[in-house]
T-cell receptor, first 116, second 112 residues
Framework: AAGVIQSPRHLIKEKRETATLKCYPI?????VYWYQQGPGQDPQFLIS???????DKGSIPDRFSAQQFSDYHSELNMSSLELGDSALYFC???????????????FGPGTRLTVL | QQQVKQSPQSLIVQKGGISIINCAYE??????FPWYQQFPGKGPALLIA?????SEKKEGRFTISFNKSAKQFSLHIMDSQPGDSATYFC???????????FGSGTQLTVLP
């Protein structure tokens, strides 16, 4: 079965640089979530999109922005990178059935961002 | 943001033993409680989930027990195997997008 695809898998950037992370949800999934996971931490919700509109926002810095495109893929744009942004970034997707109570979220393999 | 409190932080079990991880929640909006399994450097994978209309759900060696009055739910791994060694997260849903809030995680080590 197709899974969530994320690219790149690894990314190394310098402080103050920008980064773009991409997420391709499971086919026919219309909702995308972004989570950030620091070393030894649990994943923290950043932002989500439903049908190409932002649906909710968590602890996402103003330096970060995201969008969902017409093909439902999503991109997380990160500017003025700081050392503390080094983390694993996960994308998850869920099915239109969520509106009928199917609340499963399926996670991608993640992008490991290292800021030097 | 709602919170879920998870314990223990780490757990060491002998092969064939039972692993038990506990979670407590404050309030829930969506009555859906999943457990995720995460291996190092990998994404969390949905293991099993329960809704409070039942007190227990079993899938293979994994069982969720749910106590609505105590606002607690637990994961039981029967016949634990070294391949089960991973970090386990309980979670709850919140917010308009039904996003996940996770417990702090339990690092399980199953000794051969």
């Amino acid at each position: 079965a197709a899974g969530v695809i994320q690219s790149p898998r690894h990314l190394i950037k310098e402080k103050r640089e920008t980064a773009t992370l991409k997420c391709y949800p499971i086919p026919r999934h219309d909702t995308v979530y972004w989570y950030q996971q620091g070393p030894g931490q649990d994943p923290q919700f950043l932002i989500s999109f439903y049908e190409k509109m932002q649906s909710d926002k968590g602890s996402i810095p103003d330096r970060f922005s995201a969008q969902q495109f017409s093909d439902y893929h999503s991109e997380l744009n990160m500017s003025s990178l700081e050392l503390g942004d080094s983390a694993l970034y996960f994308c998850a997707s869920s099915s239109p059935l969520r509106r009928q109570g199917a609340d499963e979220q399926f996670f991608g393999p993640g992008t490991r961002l290292t800021v030097l | 943001q709602q919170q879920v409190k998870q314990s223990p932080q780490s757990l060491i079990v002998q092969k064939g033993g039972i692993s038990i991880i506990n979670c407590a929640y404050e309030n829930t909006a969506f009555d859906y409680f999943p457990w995720y399994q995460q291996f190092p450097g990998k994404g969390p994978a949905l293991l099993i989930a329960i809704r409070p209309d039942v007190s227990e759900k079993k899938e293979g060696r994994f069982t969720i027990s749910f106590n609505k009055s105590a606002k607690q739910f637990s994961l039981h791994i029967m016949d634990s195997q070294p391949g089960d060694s991973a970090t386990y997260f309980c979670a709850d849903l919140y917010g308009s997008a039904r996003q996940l809030t996770f417990g702090s995680g339990t690092q399980l080590t199953v000794l051969p």
